[in-house]
């Protein structure tokens, strides 16, 4: 039983800036290495967005709209995911949410129904 997801790392940034969040996990009976996490960002009025996901065996997958841009990886060492953000955008503001499963299908990384802990979001601000 997972017990806690905590984000950490937003911020207020101008365009073309970076910044890198981070998640870690703690209850879970599996290492992050045998894990699914991903990163979810969210609007106001507009639907949850998969941003970038990472399975155990290695396999990654990304948003069209961040690829060359953001890179997700793990410290399994610590159970902690990250995700650097580089060249961020205006259209990058929103709150990002870390998420975690014991499995989700390489085809559905980026679908936040398959995911089943959550934490409470970091935010993360982008002026032009």
């Known amino acids: 039983q997972v017990q806690l997801v905590e984000e950490s790392g937003g911020g207020s940034v101008q365009a073309g800036g970076s910044l890198r969040l981070s998640c870690t996990t703690s209850g879970y009976k599996y290492p992050t290495s045998a894990i699914s996490m991903a990163w979810f960002r969210q609007t106001p009025g507009k639907e949850r967005e998969g941003v970038a996901a990472?399975?155990?065996?290695?396999?990654?997958k990304y948003a069209d709209s961040v690829v060359g841009r953001f890179t997700i990886s793990q410290d399994n060492a610590n159970n902690t995911l990250y995700l650097q953000m580089n060249n961020l955008k205006p259209e990058d503001t929103a709150m990002y949410y870390c998420?975690?499963?014991?499995?989700?299908?390489?085809?559905?990384?980026?679908?936040?129904?398959?995911?089943?802990?959550w934490g409470q979001g970091t935010q993360v601000t982008v002026s032009s």
């Open positions: 998420a975690t499963d014991p499995y989700v299908a390489a085809r559905s990384l980026l679908m936040g129904g398959e995911y089943k802990y």
């Open positions: 990472i399975r155990g065996d290695g396999t990654s």
